[in-house]
């Protein structure tokens, strides 16, 4: 039987062996600056409706539109494993680092339907529900994690699989809603 074909968008997280408790303490505080930066260059509409209006209209998916796209989830993801406790390496804007966020380039005359755009956000909407009841749990567990890390110096491996399955899931929707690079509906499923 042959493998299962992997969704258009991946995300890993490098298991850290030991954590600082320091930074650890004050990842609030610390994250503020990094956030805003990431606020600014997220906090446009454009970048996600520029896209479908794009596919629309043109049937076509700039590959340097996508590549700004990639590399801002890609931030993002960064800035977001630095404030979940599942890393201490300051987010780069750069760098991979320890999260590795995969999302493939479209073919888009061939894999994506030129009208599915206009309709993504709201077929999402089930996922939407899912994901606010996960991440509300995701910040429990990032309390407890917070923890654990104060005392012992470690992220418990179940809690830091569940935040980075909650992320991936959350990229998935992302991917399909939002990014626009696939048409394949995200399963329901924090692997």
């Not at 993801?77 to 987010?91: E, M, Q």
Request: charged residues 20%; positive net charge; without cysteine.
């Amino acid at each position: 039987m042959p493998a299962a074909t992997p969704y258009p968008a991946r995300l890993e997280v490098d298991y850290p062996e030991k954590l600082d408790r320091f930074t650890t303490f004050f990842r609030v505080i610390w994250i503020i600056p990094i956030a805003v930066i990431l606020g600014l260059l997220a906090g446009s509409e454009w970048f996600w409706i520029a896209p479908a209006l794009m596919i629309v209209f043109r049937l076509r998916y700039p590959r340097w539109w996508f590549d700004f796209i990639r590399e801002l989830a890609r931030f993002g993801a960064r800035v977001g494993a630095y404030l979940f406790l599942l890393t201490d390496r300051y987010p780069s804007t750069t760098d991979e680092q320890s999260v590795h966020v995969e999302i493939d380039y479209p073919d888009v005359e061939r894999d994506l339907n030129r009208w599915l755009p206009l309709v993504k956000w709201l077929l999402a909407l089930p996922h939407y529900l899912v994901l606010t009841v996960l991440w509300l749990v995701a910040a429990f567990v990032w309390v407890i994690a917070w923890f654990a890390i104060l005392f012992t110096g470690r992220y418990p491996r179940g809690l830091f699989d569940f935040v980075v399955g909650v992320g991936r899931w959350t990229l998935r929707v992302e991917a399909y809603a939002f990014l626009l690079v696939t048409d394949r509906y995200p399963p329901f499923s924090l692997r």
